[in-house]
């Protein structure tokens, strides 16, 4: 389980930030922002924060839904959401579009902190404060696995908005990634203009006229 050691560690104002969507055929990249102060959250809030693959769908929605709430009300949590967009993923790659979300992410957050602690190996460029990767964050730093939980909630319900327009690809159940379902009705329907062209598998598909 993730806990605060790595952030209080460090001192100051410290955020987390991860990313949710690297790895689908469609739809945006997300990613959110998340500074906390567990003295000032319940309890049970902070114990079921955790990386947000490893928990149910209801109970990511729970903790998402409280973590917003808080940061509505200003008690304990700083919270900001950024998502790069298809358009964005095939003109510069998926992976500094994901760095890009997390920017902006971070830059919407209603103070900018200290330093900016980020799941993976890379720290993005342009942000306004220090860096630092921690590999495996999201098991490990509470405030990035908040993010986590944001950043995939967030994905997952734009994703849910987008299959009741395009219903064949089952994106409410899959949310974009390539499944047997998803690359089936790909192959059978050909892509829409959610679908990442840039991705290897998908450069041999049209545009069918119904999108």
Request: charged share 25%; glycine share 8%.
């Amino acid at each position: 389980m993730p806990d605060y050691a790595i952030e209080r560690a460090r001192g100051g104002l410290v955020a987390g930030s991860d990313e949710a969507g690297r790895g689908p055929l469609a739809g945006p990249v997300v990613a959110a922002a998340v500074i906390l102060m567990p003295d000032r959250l319940p309890a049970d809030l902070i114990a079921a924060i955790d990386d947000s693959k490893k928990l149910k769908r209801a109970i990511r929605e729970n903790v998402a839904s409280r973590l917003l709430a808080c940061a509505r009300q200003g008690n304990g949590v700083f919270a900001a959401i950024a998502a790069s967009s298809v358009t964005e993923i095939d003109r510069i790659n998926i992976l500094q579009a994901s760095l890009s979300a997390m920017c902006r992410a971070v830059r919407r957050l209603p103070q900018i902190p200290d330093l900016v602690l980020i799941d993976g190996s890379i720290v993005p460029r342009d942000l306004p404060c220090r860096a630092e990767a921690v590999i495996g964050g999201d098991a490990l730093c509470l405030s990035i696995a908040a993010a986590s939980i944001l950043a995939k909630v967030t994905r997952d319900r734009i994703m849910i908005g987008l299959a009741a327009r395009y219903p064949h690809y089952g994106w409410d159940r899959n949310a974009g990634y390539p499944t047997a379902e998803h690359r089936s009705q790909i192959a059978l329907l050909g892509i829409t203009r959610h679908h990442r062209r840039s991705f290897g598998a998908l450069r041999n598909y049209r545009t069918e006229s119904y999108d």
